[in-house]
């Protein structure tokens, strides 16, 4: 279908397909910086998008994080993660040069919303001692800045009775457990090993005055819209990384599509970052009546992105409103449930 767009309309997604074709600063992930050159850094980054750096440089962010703050983060003190060796699992210590730019967090949304996004990119201000955990020899966790830059906010979010989807090192329940608005928390995980680990290594380390119940189980299994209403938040947590996690948001939200406060998924926005592009590509196939080749393998993901803009009553053909739709969510949620 073709809707007669105004210039307006068409001038907004030109510039998030420009945007979207534009990925410089991939090329600074880990760059080496100094204190020295941190200022060439931050410019560089700029000009290679980084919309953190648009403001008076007086107010920019440093690219340096503390690795002595990081070292204060709860967890890390109280919890001796070497005990987690045995039975399958075994740890090595490892250092992690300060220095070198990595991705510390989710990906950043543009606050234009003209899909300009990006890489929160930081170095430690110190070479740190971390660790590694491994599970039958295949590298399984690991401590680093960006598991507590990811998995806080939802800690500090979450409230009641909370499931979560995915133990790991008991991370996100550690630190949900020292928010006093957590009155349970239940946890589904798949592997009897990692439960078995925990059981007996890490969760006599915990606090407990927050009731704690660990069930084996899949998530697949129990995703369902009467289990998770029976709680008052949901995290989910059982990918290594956004590359395997849009196609495990897929195949949960295909069962269900929970709401937007009561549920959170690990690094969502990174998960979905590929959906944005899909949904603008859509967006100026369904006003101008060009067809958008897709990418290879995308092409089931592009006919749910088409079916749902031709579910809606009217898309809407307004820029503003055409920026909350590219940077809702919860629609990308009932596009990937189709």
């Known amino acids: 279908m073709k809707q007669k767009p105004n210039p307006e309309v068409l001038s907004y997604l030109n510039c998030c397909l420009k945007h979207l074709k534009e990925d410089g600063q991939n090329a600074y992930l880990d760059a080496y910086v100094t204190k020295d050159t941190e200022r060439a850094m931050q410019k560089a980054l700029k000009a290679a998008g980084q919309k953190e750096f648009d403001g008076p440089e007086e107010q920019w962010p440093s690219l340096f994080l503390s690795a002595e703050e990081w070292k204060r983060n709860p967890y890390y003190q109280n919890i001796r993660l070497d005990l987690a060796a045995g039975d399958g699992f075994r740890y090595e210590k490892e250092w992690i040069e300060g220095g070198y730019l990595f991705s510390s967090d989710a990906i950043q949304n543009d606050p234009e919303r003209s899909c300009a996004d990006w890489m929160k990119l930081r170095a430690l201000d110190q070479d740190v001692e971390a660790i590694y955990l491994y599970q039958n020899e295949e590298d399984w966790m690991m401590c680093a800045p960006s598991e507590a830059a990811t998995n806080d906010p939802p800690a500090l979010k979450a409230h009641g009775d909370v499931l979560t989807f995915g133990l790991g090192i008991g991370y996100f329940v550690y630190m949900a457990m020292q928010n006093p608005a957590v009155r349970s928390i239940t946890v589904v995980e798949k592997s009897p090993q990692v439960i078995a680990m925990f059981r007996k290594n890490l969760l ?109 009553k009217q898309v809407p053909d307004d820029p503003e409103q055409l920026k909350n739709m590219l940077y809702d969510r919860m629609g990308y949620r009932k596009i990937l449930s189709l």
Do not use: N
């Not at 129990?222 to 590359?243: G, H």
């Not at 958008?292 to 592009?302: D, V």
């Open 204 to 312: 006599p380390q915990f606090p407990d005055q927050v009731p704690l119940q660990l069930i084996e189980g899949d998530a697949l299994d129990w995703f369902r819209k009467e289990t998770l209403a029976q709680y008052d938040y949901v995290y989910t947590d059982i990918w290594r990384s956004s590359e395997d996690g849009l196609d495990w948001m897929e195949k949960l939200l295909e069962q269900t599509v929970p709401g937007m406060e009561q549920a959170d998924f690990w690094i969502e926005d990174s998960c979905i970052l590929p959906m944005r592009t899909l949904l603008v590509m859509a967006l100026y196939e369904w006003f101008t009546g060009r067809h958008q080749e897709t990418a290879p393998g995308w092409q089931r993901r592009m006919k749910k992105t088409r079916k749902y803009l031709s579910s809606l």
